[in-house]
């Protein structure tokens, strides 16, 4: 249309202001940078020389980098760009009409502000979309940072606590080899034993098959207890309660942190379980006559326990006894009638 009009710009000069346009439209859609102001200005430059020889209804190609200003990465880029749409209509129109702010087609307004205003508008719909992005970036490290603290959590909770038994029966095994090499054989056997038990928790954590009974636990537990020398006793005074798979294996879990930490820091001769039911509140006391926690950090075992027991809306206390020993309770309002399968 511009090339076959009958302005008096030669045909040459109107096909050289083309090309010049189409190279600025060209930089100004695949760059943010210097290089988007650049073809920006340059190519407002071209349509105000088109405007002018073709007439001011050429000023509609101004949408064409109108739309592309508001992706500029710095803001006096976007600035100075729209002050060149505005002296490009100016120049124009004076042009046209002879006299400075004289507007002969209505149509003409509307257009410019419209041009005016898409450069703040597709900044900010670009400063959304990027915030967005950002947004879903910083969602996606949290949520993979949530499952390696949930990962790590579970090998210290499932993995050390089995490692811990293997570490005990190999002490016992190592003394009995001179005292009575006859028991070598089963304590070895029940070290490979404990070693696929182990292989199983790490296919069961893999596979996030986190289901584990309360009672298989308890009975688990008082196993690694004896090994370890520390007389064990489990007292039931609740009544036949159903908990949900998810605090039937959180309640196991911490029940194995509590085992675990008796055994590695307590230095105690005897452990006592006490589960009850008292005013719709689960309670479950593992009670040690050892050192207590005296100069005992919370570590992240108690931390876990702690962190459990918060998902179930049930609390967990560590707490020095009177005389010596720890009491670790684990209290749960009982909330559930029945068994749901874990997902």
Not at 3 to 22: G, H, R, T, W
Not at 53 to 64: A, D, P, Q, V, W
Not at 164 to 180: N, Q, R, Y
Request: aromatic share 8%; with cysteine.
């Amino acid at each position: 249309m511009v090339v076959s009009s009958n302005s008096d710009l030669p045909v040459v000069a109107k096909i050289i202001i083309l090309m010049i346009f189409l190279v600025a439209f060209y930089f100004a859609l695949w760059y943010k940078d210097w290089r988007l102001h650049l073809a920006t200005l340059t190519g407002l430059f071209s349509v105000t020389i088109i405007g002018i020889y073709e007439g001011s209804i050429m000023l509609f190609f101004g949408f064409t980098f109108a739309d592309l200003i508001g992706r500029a990465q710095v803001k006096w880029h976007i600035a100075s760009a729209m002050l060149a749409i505005a002296l490009m209509f100016i120049i124009v129109l004076w042009v046209e009409t002879g006299e400075l702010f004289k507007i002969d087609d209505p149509i003409i307004l509307p257009i410019m502000m419209i041009q005016l205003v898409f450069p703040v508008l597709i900044y900010y719909i670009e400063k959304a979309k990027n915030l967005k992005v950002e947004l879903a970036t910083v969602n996606t490290q949290l949520v993979k940072q949530d499952e390696r603290q949930r990962i790590a959590r579970d090998l210290h909770d499932t993995i050390g606590h089995t490692l811990t038994m293997i570490k005990l029966k190999t002490e016992l095994t190592t003394k009995l080899v001179d005292k009575d090499p006859s028991k070598v054989k089963d304590e070895l056997q029940d070290i490979l034993a404990t070693t696929r038990a182990a292989l199983k928790q790490v296919r069961e954590l893999v596979s996030d098959m986190n289901f584990i009974s309360l009672e298989s636990e308890l009975s688990h537990c008082e196993k690694l207890l004896q090994t370890a020398d520390i007389a064990s006793k489990i007292t039931n005074k609740c009544p036949k309660i159903l908990l949900s798979s998810v605090e039937e294996t959180m309640l196991s879990l911490c029940v194995r942190e509590a085992t675990t930490n008796i055994i590695k820091h307590s230095q105690a001769k005897s452990c006592h379980v006490e589960i009850d039911y008292i005013d719709h509140v689960y309670e479950l006391n593992i009670i040690d006559d050892g050192i207590g926690l005296t100069n005992q950090g919370l570590g992240n075992g108690i931390s876990s326990m702690k962190e459990r027991m918060t998902i179930l809306q049930g609390t967990a206390t560590i707490d020095n006894l009177s005389n010596t020993g720890t009491l670790v309770s684990f209290k749960l309002p009982f909330q559930h009638y029945r068994k749901e399968p874990i997902k």
